[in-house]
C-alpha cells in the first residue's frame, strides 16, 4: 500500500483540460506556455486541412493546429471566441485552436486508463488515455504526436 | 574560465589574426612584392606570434618562430632576396607556424619531422655563418633561447602600440644577426652595464624582468651603483638613478646577450664588454647578491611605490644595505602611474602593473625588512595581459560573444515591426500626418531603420576569413598530386552573415579539392594540351539574387561526358537507353554512389563524393550546380541563403493572401495582355515579353491556394530570373509595394514548405509569406505531379 501512496505522489501532475465541441482533453500543463484569443491566421500553401496557418506571436511565427480537425471532429470556422493554447512540443511552439479551456486538473498518472480498443485508429494515436473526472470523461493528449510523423522527419 | 586561460584565448584568436596578415603579406612576396613595409609586416607578425608564445611558454612554438623570424630579418635586412624558391619555402614554413599555433592551441602535436624539414629548409636559405650559429642556438642550449623569448617579448608588447617598434626589432636583430666577434668559448664571462633612462620605464619595462632574464643565460652577480641617486627632497619620481652592473659567465655569445637588452636598448646605457677572470674577481662588489634576491629586490623597488621607511633608511645609511634599500628609487617610476600613463599607449597595462604593483607593495609592507618576492602568479598575469593588451589598444575593435549579438538583432528585428504596427495603427486612427505624433513616429521610423542596418552590419563579415584559409589548401593539394596551381580569389569582401561563414568552409575545401585533383590535368597533359603548365582555379564569391554565390572554377579538362555517363551506366544510376543533356550528365557527378577518380585518391576521394557534397549544402538551403566545357573547365556555383534577417521584397498579393517576392529575383513587372499568353499543350501557359517566351506561373496556383487561375490579362506578370538564370513570370493580382521585410524561419516551429522560403511580418502585424522563386521556376518546369497548371486565356 505504501508503495502505491509514494508511487502516486511522484507521478502527480497538474493537466490543463480544454473542450473540443463536446469532448473534453487535457494536455500537461508543463507543455502549455500561454493560452491566448484566436488571430486569422495566413494559410500556408501544400499542408494538410488541419493546418490552420501561421500567426505572429511577438515576431516568432506560429504554426496553429486545429486540434479538432486533427483529432477527426467536426469542426466550425474558427471565432474570436476560440483560443489557442502555445504550447512546446520538442523544440517547436505551436498554437493548438481549441474551443474553450475548462480546467486546471490535478491528478495522479495511475488514474489513467489505458485507450480503449473501440477506439478508432486516428484517436488511438493522438490519445494516450482516457480518466474520469466528476462523471466526465477526459483524455489525455500526446502532443508529439499532433504534428505529422512525415513532417518531424523532415525537421 | 580563469583569467589567465581566457588572456591565453585571446592571445590565439589574436594568432590567428596575426597568421593572416602573415599570409597575405607571404603572398604579396609570392608574387614579387619585395616591399619592405611587406616584408616587416610578415616579420612583425611572426614576431608577435613568438612574442605572445613567449607570455605563455609554448616552447616548441616558440622555436619554431625564431628561425622563421630569423630567415624573415635577413631579408629585411636585405642579405636575402626574394626570389621564387624563397617564398614558397617561407610559405611552407607558415603554414607550419600555422600547425604550431593550432597544436599549441588543442595541445595537440605537431609533426615533429615536418619542423625539423622545415627548420633545416629555412636554415639552408641563410647563409654559412648565420645558419652555424643558428644551429647553435637550435642545437645548443635551447631552454636558454626560449626562456629568452619567455619575457623579452612581454617588453615588447607594451612597446608595440607606438610606431617604431619594429625599428627597436630591427637593430636588435640586425645585432643579433651580427656573427660574434669571438667565439663564445673564448669569452668565459661577460661584464655588462645597464644603466637605464627614464624613457624605460616611462615604456612600463621593467629593469628586474631584464636582469632576471640575463640571469637564464647564465651564472650572474649583480651588483647595483646607486651612487646617483639624490637625497629625498631632490629626488624626482620620473627620473632613473640606477646603474646594474652585471657580471655573467657562460659561453655566450655577445648577440644573445645583447639580444635580452632587445626591447630596452634604446632606453638605457648599455655596454657589455668581455673580461678576464681576475678583473672581474677583484672588480666584483660585496653587495652583489644572488641573482634571485636581486631580481626580487629590484621587483620589489618596482611595486612599492611609497614606502617611506624603506626610502628614508636609504636616505639615512646609503652604503649599508644597498640592495634592499635601493628599492624606493626605481619605485617612483612604476608607482607614480598616475601621472605616467599619459604618454604609455597601452593604458590597460599600465592599470595591470598598477595593480600588481599594489599587490607588491602590499606585500612589501608586510615583511618590511625582507625584499618580498613578488607574487610569480599576479607576476605571469601581469605579463600575459600585456601580450594581450597591444592588438587591442592598436585596433579599435571589441570582441563579443555571437550569442549577444544574435540577442540583438532579435530584438531589433522585433522593434523595427512593433514600430511598423504602431505607424499603421496611427495612419488607421486618421491622426494628421503633421500631427505631432505622426511626425515622431516619422524620425522613429528614420531611427530604427538606422539601428537595424548597423546592428546588421556587425554580423555581416566579408568571406575573407573563409577564403584566406584556402590558398593553403591549394599548395598542400597542388604538392601532395603534383600539379602546377594558381589560385585567384575574388569578392573576399562580399560580406555574409557570421553563421553562414562559418559554414562555409567545408564545402569550398572541398570543391578546390576536387577541382585541383580531377579538373585540372598533369602540368604534362597541360603543355600537350597547348596550355600553360600551370593550372588556374578561381575562387569567387558574389551576392545574387538575396543569396550568396560561391563559384570554383578551373580551366582543367572539363567533364569527361562520354565517361561520366560510362560509369553511371555501368553503376546503374541511370538506364542504358536514357536520353541525357550535356548538362543532365554533367549533374551525374552528384548522384550518390558516383566517383569518377579511378583510384581513389588521397585528396578528395576520401569517400565523400560529391553527393554529399550536394546534400550538406541542401541541409544548409543551399543549392550546387555544375557547368562544364570539354578541354576548358569545368564550374562549380553553390549558393546559399544569407540567413541574415533582413530582405528588399515586393509585396504582392495572390489569392487573396499577401505575398513578398524577394526584389533581387525580379527583373521587371508588366501588366500582361491576353493576347501575349499562350498555351503550350493545353496546360502550361508562356507569355510573350518582347519576342521571348518565358513560363507565367500563377502564384495563386503554384501554392495551391486555389484551382483555377487568374485571368492573365487581370493580374500583374513580375518578371523573374533564378538561380540558374532561367527566367519566368509570376502571374500576381496586385503589386502592393516594396519595403524591406524580415526574414522568420518557418522551419524552426514548423517545416520546410516548397515554394516558400521563408516568413515575415508585415505593418499589420500578420504573418506574410516570402516566395521562393527558384523552388516556384524549377517546379514549373519539372513539372511537379501535384501542381497543375491551367491557363484559362
Given at each position: 500500500?505504501?508503495d502505491?501512496?509514494?508511487q502516486?505522489?511522484a507521478?502527480?501532475?497538474?493537466?490543463?483540460?480544454?473542450?473540443?465541441?463536446?469532448?473534453?482533453?487535457?494536455?500537461?500543463?508543463?507543455?502549455?506556455?500561454?493560452?491566448?484569443?484566436?488571430?486569422?491566421?495566413?494559410?500556408?500553401?501544400?499542408?494538410?486541412?488541419?493546418?490552420?496557418?501561421?500567426?505572429?506571436?511577438?515576431?516568432?511565427?506560429?504554426?496553429?493546429?486545429?486540434?479538432?480537425?486533427?483529432?477527426?471532429?467536426?469542426?466550425?470556422?474558427?471565432?474570436?471566441?476560440?483560443?489557442?493554447?502555445?504550447?512546446?512540443?520538442?523544440?517547436r511552439?505551436?498554437?493548438?485552436?481549441?474551443?474553450?479551456?475548462?480546467?486546471?486538473?490535478?491528478?495522479?498518472?495511475?488514474?489513467?486508463?489505458?485507450?480503449?480498443?473501440v477506439?478508432?485508429?486516428?484517436?488511438?494515436?493522438?490519445?494516450?488515455?482516457?480518466?474520469?473526472?466528476?462523471?466526465?470523461?477526459?483524455?489525455?493528449?500526446?502532443?508529439?504526436?499532433?504534428?505529422?510523423?512525415?513532417?518531424?522527419?523532415?525537421a | 574560465?580563469d583569467?589567465?586561460?581566457?588572456?591565453?584565448?585571446t592571445?590565439?584568436?589574436?594568432?590567428?589574426?596575426?597568421?593572416?596578415?602573415?599570409?597575405?603579406?607571404?603572398?604579396?612576396?609570392?608574387?614579387g612584392?619585395?616591399?619592405?613595409?611587406?616584408?616587416?609586416?610578415?616579420?612583425?607578425?611572426?614576431?608577435?606570434?613568438?612574442?605572445g608564445?613567449?607570455?605563455?611558454?609554448?616552447?616548441?612554438?616558440?622555436?619554431?618562430?625564431?628561425?622563421?623570424?630569423?630567415?624573415?630579418?635577413?631579408?629585411r635586412?636585405?642579405?636575402?632576396?626574394?626570389?621564387?624558391?624563397?617564398?614558397?619555402?617561407?610559405?611552407?614554413?607558415?603554414?607550419?607556424?600555422?600547425?604550431?599555433?593550432a597544436?599549441?592551441?588543442?595541445?595537440?602535436?605537431?609533426?615533429?619531422?615536418?619542423?625539423?624539414?622545415?627548420?633545416?629548409?629555412?636554415?639552408g636559405?641563410?647563409?654559412?655563418?648565420?645558419?652555424?650559429?643558428?644551429?647553435?642556438?637550435?642545437?645548443?642550449?635551447?631552454?636558454?633561447?626560449?626562456?629568452?623569448?619567455?619575457?623579452?617579448p612581454?617588453?615588447?608588447s607594451?612597446?608595440?602600440?607606438?610606431?617604431?617598434?619594429?625599428?627597436?626589432?630591427?637593430?636588435?636583430?640586425?645585432?643579433?644577426?651580427?656573427p660574434?666577434?669571438?667565439?663564445?668559448?673564448?669569452?668565459?664571462?661577460?661584464?655588462?652595464?645597464f644603466?637605464?633612462?627614464?624613457?624605460?620605464?616611462?615604456?612600463?619595462?621593467?629593469?628586474?624582468?631584464?636582469?632576471?632574464?640575463?640571469?637564464?643565460?647564465?651564472?650572474?652577480?649583480?651588483?647595483?651603483?646607486?651612487?646617483?641617486?639624490?637625497?629625498?627632497?631632490?629626488?624626482?619620481?620620473?627620473?632613473?638613478?640606477?646603474?646594474?652592473?652585471?657580471?655573467?659567465?657562460?659561453?655566450?655569445?655577445?648577440?644573445?646577450v645583447?639580444?635580452v637588452?632587445?626591447?630596452?636598448?634604446?632606453?638605457?646605457?648599455?655596454?657589455v664588454?668581455?673580461?678576464?677572470?681576475?678583473a672581474?674577481?677583484?672588480?666584483?662588489?660585496?653587495?652583489?647578491?644572488?641573482?634571485?634576491?636581486?631580481?626580487?629586490?629590484?621587483?620589489?623597488?618596482a611595486g612599492?611605490?611609497?614606502?617611506?621607511?624603506?626610502?628614508?633608511?636609504?636616505?639615512?645609511?646609503?652604503?649599508?644595505?644597498?640592495?634592499?634599500?635601493?628599492?624606493?628609487?626605481?619605485?617612483?617610476?612604476?608607482?607614480?602611474?598616475?601621472?605616467?600613463?599619459?604618454?604609455?599607449?597601452?593604458?590597460?597595462?599600465?592599470?595591470?602593473?598598477?595593480?600588481?604593483?599594489?599587490?607588491?607593495?602590499?606585500?612589501?609592507?608586510q615583511?618590511?625588512?625582507?625584499?618580498?618576492?613578488?607574487?610569480?602568479?599576479?607576476d605571469?598575469?601581469?605579463?600575459?595581459?600585456?601580450?594581450?593588451?597591444?592588438?587591442?589598444?592598436?585596433?579599435?575593435?571589441?570582441?563579443?560573444?555571437?550569442?549577444?549579438?544574435?540577442?540583438?538583432?532579435?530584438?531589433?528585428?522585433?522593434?523595427?515591426?512593433?514600430?511598423?504596427?504602431?505607424?499603421?495603427?496611427?495612419?488607421?486612427?486618421?491622426l494628421?500626418?503633421?500631427?505631432?505624433?505622426?511626425?515622431?513616429?516619422?524620425?522613429?521610423?528614420?531611427?530604427?531603420?538606422?539601428?537595424?542596418?548597423?546592428?546588421?552590419?556587425?554580423?555581416?563579415?566579408?568571406?575573407?576569413?573563409?577564403?584566406?584559409?584556402?590558398?593553403?589548401?591549394?599548395?598542400?593539394?597542388?604538392?601532395?598530386?603534383?600539379?602546377?596551381?594558381?589560385?585567384?580569389?575574388?569578392?573576399?569582401?562580399?560580406?555574409?552573415?557570421?553563421?553562414?561563414?562559418?559554414?562555409?568552409?567545408?564545402?569550398?575545401t572541398?570543391?578546390?579539392?576536387?577541382?585541383?585533383?580531377?579538373?585540372l590535368?598533369?602540368?604534362?597533359?597541360?603543355?600537350?594540351?597547348?596550355?600553360g603548365?600551370?593550372?588556374?582555379?578561381?575562387?569567387?564569391?558574389?551576392?545574387r539574387?538575396g543569396?550568396?554565390?560561391?563559384?570554383?572554377?578551373?580551366d582543367?579538362?572539363?567533364i569527361?561526358?562520354?565517361?561520366?555517363?560510362?560509369?553511371?551506366?555501368?553503376?546503374?544510376?541511370?538506364?542504358?537507353?536514357?536520353?541525357?543533356?550535356?548538362?543532365?550528365?554533367?549533374?551525374?557527378?552528384?548522384?550518390?554512389?558516383?566517383?569518377?577518380?579511378?583510384?581513389?585518391?588521397?585528396?578528395?576521394?576520401?569517400?565523400?563524393?560529391?553527393?554529399v557534397?550536394k546534400?550538406?549544402?541542401?541541409?544548409?538551403?543551399?543549392?550546387?550546380?555544375?557547368?562544364?566545357e570539354p578541354?576548358?573547365?569545368?564550374?562549380?556555383?553553390m549558393?546559399?541563403?544569407?540567413?541574415?534577417?533582413?530582405?528588399?521584397?515586393?509585396?504582392?498579393?495572390?489569392?487573396?493572401?499577401?505575398?513578398?517576392?524577394?526584389?533581387?529575383?525580379?527583373?521587371?513587372?508588366?501588366?500582361?495582355?491576353?493576347?501575349?499568353?499562350?498555351?503550350?499543350?493545353g496546360?502550361?501557359?508562356?507569355?510573350?515579353?518582347?519576342?521571348?517566351?518565358?513560363?507565367?506561373?500563377?502564384?495563386?496556383?503554384a501554392?495551391?491556394?486555389?484551382?483555377?487561375?487568374?485571368?492573365?490579362?487581370?493580374?500583374?506578370a513580375?518578371?523573374?530570373?533564378?538561380?540558374?538564370?532561367?527566367?519566368?513570370?509570376?502571374?500576381?493580382?496586385?503589386?502592393?509595394?516594396?519595403?524591406?521585410?524580415?526574414i522568420?524561419?518557418l522551419?524552426?516551429?514548423?517545416?520546410?514548405?516548397?515554394?516558400v522560403a521563408?516568413?515575415?511580418i508585415?505593418?499589420?502585424?500578420?504573418?506574410a509569406?516570402?516566395?521562393?522563386v527558384?523552388?516556384?521556376?524549377?517546379?514549373?518546369?519539372?513539372?511537379?505531379?501535384?501542381?497543375?497548371?491551367?491557363?484559362?486565356?
Amino acid at each position: 500500500m505504501t508503495d502505491t501512496v509514494t508511487q502516486g505522489v511522484a507521478q502527480r501532475r497538474e493537466l490543463i483540460a480544454f473542450r473540443i465541441g463536446d469532448q473534453e482533453f487535457c494536455v500537461d500543463i508543463m507543455s502549455v506556455r500561454e493560452i491566448r484569443g484566436w488571430a486569422p491566421a495566413t494559410p500556408l500553401p501544400r499542408t494538410p486541412s488541419f493546418v490552420k496557418g501561421v500567426i505572429n506571436l511577438r515576431g516568432a511565427v506560429l504554426p496553429i493546429i486545429d486540434l479538432g480537425a486533427r483529432l477527426g471532429l467536426n469542426t466550425s470556422e474558427p471565432t474570436a471566441r476560440h483560443v489557442i493554447m502555445v504550447v512546446h512540443i520538442g523544440e517547436r511552439t505551436i498554437g493548438l485552436l481549441v474551443d474553450a479551456v475548462s480546467d486546471i486538473i490535478n491528478m495522479s498518472d495511475d488514474l489513467v486508463q489505458p485507450t480503449p480498443d473501440v477506439a478508432s485508429d486516428q484517436v488511438k494515436t493522438f490519445v494516450k488515455g482516457l480518466f474520469a473526472l466528476d462523471g466526465r470523461m477526459v483524455s489525455l493528449i500526446a502532443l508529439d504526436r499532433v504534428l505529422p510523423e512525415t513532417e518531424a522527419e523532415a525537421a | 574560465m580563469d583569467p589567465f586561460e581566457s588572456i591565453k584565448a585571446t592571445f590565439f584568436q589574436e594568432c590567428e589574426e596575426l597568421l593572416t596578415d602573415m599570409e597575405s603579406g607571404l603572398l604579396a612576396m609570392e608574387q614579387g612584392d619585395d616591399d619592405s613595409e611587406t616584408i616587416n609586416a610578415v616579420f612583425r607578425a611572426v614576431h608577435s606570434v613568438k612574442g605572445g608564445a613567449g607570455a605563455f611558454g609554448l616552447e616548441e612554438l616558440i622555436r619554431f618562430a625564431h628561425v622563421f623570424e630569423t630567415v624573415l630579418d635577413e631579408m629585411r635586412s636585405g642579405k636575402l632576396h626574394l626570389t621564387d624558391e624563397v617564398a614558397k619555402v617561407l610559405l611552407r614554413a607558415s603554414d607550419v607556424l600555422a600547425d604550431h599555433v593550432a597544436a599549441a592551441r588543442s595541445g595537440g602535436q605537431v609533426d615533429e619531422g615536418r619542423t625539423v624539414g622545415m627548420i633545416a629548409d629555412l636554415q639552408g636559405l641563410i647563409d654559412q655563418d648565420r645558419a652555424a650559429e643558428l644551429g647553435l642556438n637550435e642545437d645548443g642550449d635551447s631552454g636558454a633561447v626560449e626562456e629568452d623569448f619567455g619575457f623579452v617579448p612581454v617588453v615588447l608588447s607594451l612597446d608595440e602600440p607606438a610606431a617604431d617598434a619594429p625599428e627597436v626589432d630591427v637593430a636588435a636583430l640586425m645585432a643579433a644577426a651580427a656573427p660574434p666577434p669571438e667565439a663564445p668559448a673564448a669569452a668565459p664571462a661577460w661584464r655588462v652595464t645597464f644603466r637605464p633612462k627614464a624613457e624605460m620605464y616611462a615604456k612600463a619595462n621593467e629593469a628586474a624582468l631584464v636582469l632576471r632574464e640575463l640571469a637564464r643565460l647564465g651564472d650572474v652577480e649583480v651588483a647595483l651603483d646607486a651612487g646617483a641617486v639624490p637625497p629625498l627632497d631632490q629626488l624626482s619620481a620620473e627620473q632613473a638613478y640606477l646603474t646594474w652592473t652585471v657580471r655573467l659567465s657562460g659561453d655566450k655569445s655577445e648577440a644573445e646577450v645583447r639580444e635580452v637588452f632587445e626591447f630596452v636598448e634604446d632606453d638605457c646605457d648599455l655596454e657589455v664588454t668581455r673580461e678576464g677572470e681576475a678583473a672581474t674577481e677583484a672588480s666584483e662588489p660585496d653587495i652583489a647578491a644572488d641573482d634571485d634576491a636581486s631580481a626580487s629586490a629590484v621587483e620589489a623597488a618596482a611595486g612599492a611605490p611609497l614606502d617611506l621607511d624603506a626610502l628614508l633608511a636609504r636616505v639615512a645609511a646609503p652604503t649599508e644595505e644597498p640592495a634592499p634599500a635601493a628599492a624606493p628609487a626605481p619605485a617612483p617610476v612604476a608607482a607614480a602611474p598616475p601621472a605616467a600613463p599619459a604618454q604609455d599607449p597601452a593604458s590597460l597595462d599600465v592599470a595591470g602593473l598598477i595593480a600588481l604593483a599594489e599587490k607588491a607593495s602590499q606585500d612589501h609592507a608586510q615583511t618590511q625588512a625582507a625584499p618580498p618576492k613578488a607574487d610569480p602568479k599576479a607576476d605571469q598575469k601581469a605579463e600575459a595581459r600585456a601580450a594581450a593588451g597591444p592588438a587591442t589598444a592598436a585596433t579599435p575593435t571589441i570582441r563579443v560573444d555571437l550569442d549577444r549579438v544574435d540577442r540583438l538583432i532579435n530584438a531589433v528585428g522585433e522593434l523595427v515591426i512593433q514600430q511598423a504596427m504602431l505607424s499603421q495603427r496611427v495612419f488607421e486612427s486618421g491622426l494628421a500626418r503633421s500631427s505631432d505624433v505622426a511626425l515622431g513616429l516619422e524620425d522613429l521610423e528614420l531611427l530604427t531603420r538606422e539601428i537595424q542596418d548597423s546592428v546588421m552590419a556587425i554580423r555581416a563579415q566579408p568571406v575573407k576569413s573563409v577564403f584566406q584559409r584556402m590558398p593553403r589548401l591549394v599548395r598542400e593539394v597542388a604538392d601532395m598530386v603534383g600539379k602546377k596551381v594558381r589560385l585567384v580569389m575574388d569578392g573576399e569582401n562580399t560580406e555574409v552573415d557570421k553563421t553562414v561563414i562559418e559554414r562555409l568552409s567545408d564545402p569550398i575545401t572541398h570543391m578546390l579539392r576536387n577541382a585541383i585533383d580531377h579538373g585540372l590535368e598533369t602540368p604534362e597533359e597541360r603543355e600537350a594540351g597547348g596550355k600553360g603548365a600551370e593550372g588556374t582555379v578561381r575562387l569567387a564569391a558574389l551576392h545574387r539574387g538575396g543569396r550568396i554565390v560561391i563559384e570554383v572554377q578551373d580551366d582543367g579538362r572539363g567533364i569527361n561526358r562520354p565517361r561520366v555517363r560510362g560509369i553511371a551506366m555501368a553503376k546503374g544510376l541511370i538506364a542504358e537507353d536514357a536520353v541525357l543533356s550535356d548538362d543532365e550528365i554533367d549533374n551525374l557527378i552528384f548522384l550518390p554512389g558516383f566517383s569518377t577518380a579511378d583510384v581513389v585518391s588521397d585528396i578528395s576521394g576520401r569517400g565523400v563524393g560529391m553527393d554529399v557534397v550536394k546534400r550538406s549544402i541542401q541541409a544548409l538551403g543551399g543549392r550546387i550546380s555544375i557547368t562544364s566545357e570539354p578541354g576548358k573547365g569545368s564550374k562549380f556555383s553553390m549558393s546559399l541563403p544569407l540567413t541574415l534577417a533582413v530582405l528588399d521584397g515586393m509585396v504582392v498579393s495572390a489569392a487573396d493572401q499577401t505575398l513578398v517576392a524577394p526584389l533581387s529575383n525580379i527583373v521587371e513587372s508588366l501588366t500582361p495582355r491576353a493576347e501575349d499568353v499562350h498555351l503550350i499543350g493545353g496546360r502550361d501557359a508562356v507569355i510573350c515579353i518582347r519576342d521571348t517566351f518565358v513560363p507565367l506561373i500563377d502564384v495563386g496556383v503554384a501554392l495551391g491556394f486555389r484551382d483555377t487561375p487568374l485571368p492573365p490579362a487581370s493580374g500583374v506578370a513580375v518578371l523573374v530570373e533564378s538561380e540558374g538564370g532561367g527566367k519566368a513570370a509570376l502571374l500576381v493580382e496586385a503589386i502592393q509595394g516594396q519595403r524591406q521585410v524580415v526574414i522568420k524561419s518557418l522551419e524552426a516551429n514548423y517545416q520546410h514548405i516548397h515554394g516558400v522560403a521563408a516568413a515575415t511580418i508585415l505593418g499589420d502585424g500578420r504573418v506574410a509569406l516570402i516566395l521562393d522563386v527558384d523552388a516556384l521556376v524549377t517546379t514549373s518546369r519539372r513539372k511537379a505531379p501535384r501542381i497543375e497548371k491551367r491557363m484559362a486565356v
